[in-house]
């Protein structure tokens, strides 16, 4: 389909690994954000992106977390030296982005789980 | 900063109750608003949305109305389903960043 698309789906690791999640977001978006829901917690804020600069990295929980964002379009999540605190639903939105009030598509997410 | 406050669930209801979700809002500006909802197992997607006072958004028998004298934007409906049973976020984003910000979400539950 046409809407964000997240992988891996599921991704079970050992603490200490390092672990890539990746989203595509809808064609023509310019605007990419990347949250995390926790059990029993609410969406977090993790980062955005406009093109390909991150205006807003305030919501990242640790310089273990970085993400980047080449060619305007595929946005990778990197989490170093996993810890079992990082496990938890992390989802992607997109967005036009130039314009205001416009809501974000989500995509299914990514379920981390750090053994 | 900014932030959004919805009240806290589960909420459980028998069908073809009467459903009201709180949400406030606290923000410099003129935000637009927003209820996104997430099925068991499924992605979030969006509800309905309001973009200016007195704007009342609606969607499934959903409404909410944009409220800024009291800075709300309660989610309502007449008579819920089972099929209504999912997670439902307020949210709420200034134009000037783009960045969104989401309540904590309301569990809600449908009893036959």
């Known amino acids: 389909g046409a809407g964000v698309s997240q992988s891996p789906s599921n991704k079970v690791t050992e603490k200490g690994k390092d672990v890539e999640l990746r989203c595509d977001p809808i064609?023509?978006?310019?605007?990419l954000y990347w949250y995390r829901q926790s059990l029993g917690q609410g969406l977090e804020f993790l980062i955005y992106?406009?093109?390909?600069?991150?205006?807003?990295k305030s919501g990242l929980p640790s310089d273990r977390f970085s993400a980047e964002r080449t060619g305007g379009s595929v946005s990778t999540l990197t989490i170093q030296r996993t810890q079992q605190e990082d496990s938890a639903v992390y989802l992607c939105?997109?967005?036009?982005?130039?314009?205001?009030?416009?809501?974000?598509?989500f995509g299914d997410g990514t379920r981390l789980s750090i053994l | 900063g900014d932030s959004v406050t919805q009240m806290e669930g589960p909420v459980t209801l028998s069908e073809e109750a009467c459903l009201t979700i709180?949400?406030?809002?606290?923000?410099?500006?003129?935000?637009?608003l927003f209820w996104y909802v997430q099925y068991p197992g499924e992605g979030l997607q969006l509800l309905l949305k309001?973009?200016?006072?007195?704007d009342k958004g609606s969607n499934k028998g959903f409404e909410a109305t944009y409220r800024k004298e009291t800075t709300s934007f309660h989610l309502e409906k007449g008579s819920v389903q089972v099929s209504d049973s999912a997670v439902y976020f307020c949210?709420?984003?200034?134009?000037?960043?783009?960045?969104?910000?989401f309540g904590k979400g309301t569990r809600l539950h449908i009893l036959p």
């Open positions: 939105a997109s967005s036009p982005g130039a314009y205001p009030a416009q809501p974000q598509h």
């Open positions: 064609s023509g978006h310019t605007a």
């Open positions: 992106f406009q093109g390909n600069s991150a205006p807003d």
């Open positions: 709180n949400c406030t809002y606290t923000a410099t500006g003129y935000p637009s």
């Open positions: 309001a973009t200016k006072a007195d």
């Open positions: 949210a709420s984003r200034e134009n000037r960043d783009d960045k969104i910000i």
